[in-house]
């Protein structure tokens, strides 16, 4: 993949210093300042989603959460082990509220929890993959940063097209995997 990258990256700069030479160095140093603003906004946005996670596990919100879809979570991975599900839904949860860059050290505990449980782990994984998200924090923080007139209007779309993949996925991994 790194290579692919190195050359589109060098195609493009080859193509504008054909172009307009002059241009070349003020449009990479242009884009490396866009990148370093979207790194620290995101950063921001992660710190404060991190922290809130933080708080909510030291309340014991997600404790409870957990203990609430357990039966779900059950059912849905077809395991017993307690621990890999309280992982689970710690990750599920901070997905669910657009927290995906929190939702990853749940994530990689839960996949090392279920280390013999094929199905289980293509199941979290499938689930993962699917992105559910009620309130898509990241994406709707990017939108009104970059001045959107309305950057919750991602929301309905959003919700519609990951409860879609879910389901498609959840489906899938019933009919071609074996528990």
């Given at each position: ?7 589109i ?18 449009a ?51 395991t017993?082990?307690?621990q ?25 505990s ?18 993962n ?8 924090s ?19 779309p ?22």
């Amino acid at each position: 993949m790194n290579v692919l990258f190195v050359c589109i990256f060098a195609i493009s700069s080859a193509l504008v210093v054909l172009r307009d030479a002059s241009a070349f160095l003020p449009a990479l140093l242009e884009g490396a300042g866009n990148a370093v603003t979207l790194c620290l906004s995101l950063l921001a946005v992660y710190a404060v989603w991190m922290g809130f996670l933080q708080v909510a596990q030291d309340a014991g919100v997600l404790r409870g959460m957990s203990r609430a879809m357990l039966p779900l979570t059950r059912r849905l991975f077809h395991t017993q082990n307690t621990q890999a599900l309280e992982q689970i839904s710690v990750n599920l949860a901070a997905n669910l509220c657009g927290m995906g860059g929190a939702a990853t050290g749940a994530g990689i505990s839960a996949m090392r929890l279920l280390d013999r449980e094929r199905y289980s782990q293509e199941m979290f994984f499938v689930v993962n993959c699917a992105g559910l998200q009620f309130f898509p924090s990241t994406i709707i923080s990017l939108r009104a940063q970059a001045g959107s007139l309305r950057p919750l209007s991602v929301l309905l779309p959003a919700l519609l097209a990951s409860l879609f993949s879910l389901a498609l996925g959840i489906l899938l991994v019933r009919l071609f995997c074996r528990r």
